[in-house]
């Protein structure tokens, strides 16, 4: 584990964006990969970005790496269970996957009742809404209480601004996907999501909620973007849960509620990020990747842009 004074040390290097040479065409930035279009693939290069607030908020090092390698390593874990869309991994923040027709979902699994924002199941029961998503739950659920059984709640990806919550009902009546493919879906999400926790529980995590994207390749159902990063996913510290149900968080939460402290809600120029919190940012996705996978994490070669592109002309794909 690095200190939180090579954490800092660390600062200088981060990876705002990653520069290809011409011949691979033009980039695509989203928040946190910039993504290069090149002979069927998708070339997906995680940036050390962080976003929260449906915004880009500042760097943290090492974070793209940790996600690129941790969603690598889960797409292993779960290979058996669902295809998914890893060529390679030429470099540690670097994904070679091939692309897909994506479905336009975000298909949300949750095994706990949790959460702060409007469409989070928390703030809907909490507001007395008992059949959030068309899931029917029982009355006398507290914050941060596992549910029954995982539940899938689907949102729509907006091709601009938030994503809206739909029914399962409502995704197949607006042919959005056909029924056959929608039990497909939620079965494959179903079937990750538990693999998932019994994978993380082994170390010492509980993987409480994530967001999957699936698509189409060659017509066949795969899983892509990324999987069970703390970026998409939310864990907590397995030893931390107990009935007074206030678990230390292990994923962006702990960013939001510095935000929060600040009494930033999302609205207007949001405060600059403090180094210290960007060192302890990234101490803690470093600490997830290592108790998750039980292996040490070794920062690339830095600065990874040099080492980025090099690693991508030698590849051969
Ligand atoms: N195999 C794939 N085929 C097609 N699209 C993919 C594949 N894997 C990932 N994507 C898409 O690539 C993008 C990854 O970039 P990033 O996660 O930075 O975007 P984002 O900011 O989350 O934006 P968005 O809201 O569009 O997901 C996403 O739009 C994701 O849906
Ligand atoms: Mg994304």
């Given at each position: 584990?690095?200190?939180?004074?090579?954490?800092?040390?660390?600062?200088?290097?981060?990876?705002?964006?990653?520069?290809?040479?011409?011949?691979?065409?033009?980039?695509?930035?989203?928040?946190?990969?910039?993504?290069?279009?090149?002979?069927?693939?998708?070339?997906?290069?995680?940036?050390?970005?962080?976003?929260?607030?449906?915004?880009?908020?500042?760097?943290?090092?090492?974070?793209?790496?940790?996600?690129?390698?941790?969603?690598?390593?889960?797409?292993?874990?779960?290979?058996?269970?669902?295809?998914?869309?890893?060529?390679?991994?030429?470099?540690?923040?670097?994904t070679?996957?091939?692309?897909?027709?994506?479905?336009?979902?975000?298909?949300?699994?949750?095994?706990?009742?949790?959460?702060?924002?409007?469409?989070?199941?928390?703030?809907?029961?909490?507001?007395?809404?008992?059949?959030?998503?068309?899931?029917?739950?029982?009355?006398?659920?507290?914050?941060?209480?596992?549910?029954?059984?995982?539940?899938?709640?689907?949102?729509?990806?907006?091709?601009?601004?938030?994503?809206?919550?739909?029914?399962?009902?409502?995704?197949?009546?607006?042919?959005?996907?056909?029924?056959?493919?929608?039990?497909?879906?939620?079965?494959?999400?179903?079937?990750?999501?538990?693999?998932?926790?019994?994978?993380?529980?082994?170390?010492?995590?509980?993987?409480?909620?994530?967001?999957?994207?699936?698509?189409?390749?060659?017509?066949?159902?795969t899983?892509?973007?990324?999987?069970?990063?703390?970026?998409s996913?939310?864990?907590?510290?397995?030893?931390?849960?107990?009935?007074?149900?206030?678990?230390?968080?292990?994923?962006?939460?702990?960013?939001?509620?510095?935000?929060?402290?600040?009494?930033?809600r999302g609205?207007?120029?949001?405060?600059?990020?403090?180094?210290?919190?960007r060192?302890?940012?990234?101490?803690?996705?470093?600490?997830?990747?290592?108790?998750?996978?039980?292996?040490?994490?070794?920062?690339?070669?830095?600065?990874?842009?040099?080492?980025?592109?090099?690693?991508?002309?030698?590849?051969?794909?």
């Open positions: 584990m690095l200190t939180h004074n090579e954490l800092l040390t660390a600062l200088p290097d981060c990876l705002d964006s990653a520069e290809l040479p011409a011949h691979f065409g033009q980039k695509i930035s989203g928040k946190v990969r910039d993504i290069y279009l090149y002979d069927d693939h998708r070339i997906l290069i995680t940036t050390d970005r962080i976003s929260a607030f449906d915004r880009v908020l500042g760097l943290v090092p090492y974070k793209g790496q940790v996600l690129n390698q941790l969603s690598a390593w889960w797409f292993e874990q779960t290979s058996d269970i669902a295809r998914n869309h890893v060529i390679a991994v030429p470099d540690p923040n670097v070679i996957a091939a692309e897909a027709q994506p479905l336009p979902l975000e298909i949300v699994v949750r095994g706990y009742i949790t959460g702060v924002t409007t469409t989070s199941l928390w703030y809907l029961y909490k507001n007395g809404d008992r059949q959030p998503y068309g899931i029917a739950l029982p009355e006398g659920l507290q914050k941060n209480d596992p549910l029954p059984q995982p539940i899938i709640t689907p949102t729509t990806k907006a091709l601009s601004g938030h994503d809206e919550i739909i029914t399962v009902d409502a995704i197949v009546a607006s042919g959005l996907v056909s029924a056959e493919m929608w039990s497909e879906i939620s079965a494959t999400a179903l079937a990750v999501f538990k693999r998932g926790q019994e994978v993380a529980a082994r170390g010492g995590l509980i993987l409480v909620d994530t967001k999957y994207e699936m698509g189409l390749i060659d017509g066949q159902l899983l892509i973007d990324e999987v069970h990063t703390p970026d996913s939310r864990y907590w510290l397995a030893d931390s849960y107990d009935e007074r149900r206030q678990p230390v968080n292990f994923s962006k939460e702990f960013m939001r509620k510095w935000y929060a402290d600040q009494g930033y609205e207007g120029e949001p405060p600059v990020m403090p180094d210290d919190l060192a302890q940012i990234a101490a803690r996705y470093i600490a997830t990747y290592e108790k998750l996978t039980g292996s040490d994490f070794v920062p690339g070669i830095q600065p990874a842009q040099t080492r980025i592109a090099q690693a991508l002309q030698q590849a051969a794909f």
